[in-house]
Nanobody, 129 residues
Framework: QVQLVESGGDSVQAGGSLRLSCQAF?????????MGWFRQAPGKERERVAA????????IYVDSVKGRFTISQDRSNNTLYLQMDGLKPEDTAEYYC?????????????????????WGQGTQVTVSS
C-alpha cells in the first residue's frame, strides 16, 4: 500500500513563495500513476490544482494558478513538488497530494477528484494580505 506524506505548508504574506513536497512511500513503479496537488478551502469542494503523470508528459494546472505554480517530481526518491510563487490570499487552503492509477489521461487531468484513491494528510497554506 502506498502512503503519501505532504510537507511545506506555512503562513506567508501575499506575493511570497512556498514549496510543497509529497513523499510517496511504497511501490509506484508504473508510468500510469497520476500524481496531483489539490486544495480545499473551508466551505468549498476539493479542487485539482495541478497534475502530472509519473511517466512524465505535460502537466496541467487550474487556470487560477497558471504562471504562478509549478508541479514537478523527483522519481528517484518518489517525491512530488509544488512550487508556489506569487501567492495570493485566495490560495489559502489545505493542500493535499493525491495519486491514482489511470491509463485514461482525461481521468487524471479532468476527471472527478473523487476518483483519486490515495491521499496524504494535507498541509495548510495561509496567505495574508
Amino acid at each position: 500500500q502506498v502512503q503519501l506524506v505532504e510537507s511545506g505548508g506555512d503562513s506567508v504574506q501575499a506575493g511570497g513563495s512556498l514549496r510543497l513536497s509529497c513523499q510517496a512511500f511504497g511501490s509506484m513503479d508504473s508510468s500510469w500513476w497520476c500524481m496531483g496537488w489539490f486544495r480545499q478551502a473551508p466551505g468549498k469542494e476539493r479542487e485539482r490544482v495541478a497534475a502530472i503523470y509519473r511517466g512524465g508528459g505535460s502537466p496541467i494546472y487550474v487556470d487560477s494558478v497558471k504562471g504562478r505554480f509549478t508541479i514537478s517530481q523527483d522519481r528517484s526518491n518518489n517525491t512530488l513538488y509544488l512550487q508556489m510563487d506569487g501567492l495570493k490570499p485566495e490560495d489559502t487552503a489545505e493542500y493535499y497530494c493525491g495519486a491514482a492509477y489511470f491509463k485514461n489521461e482525461e481521468l487524471c487531468y479532468r476527471g472527478p477528484v473523487s476518483n483519486f484513491a490515495l491521499w496524504g494528510q494535507g498541509t495548510q497554506v495561509t496567505v495574508s494580505s
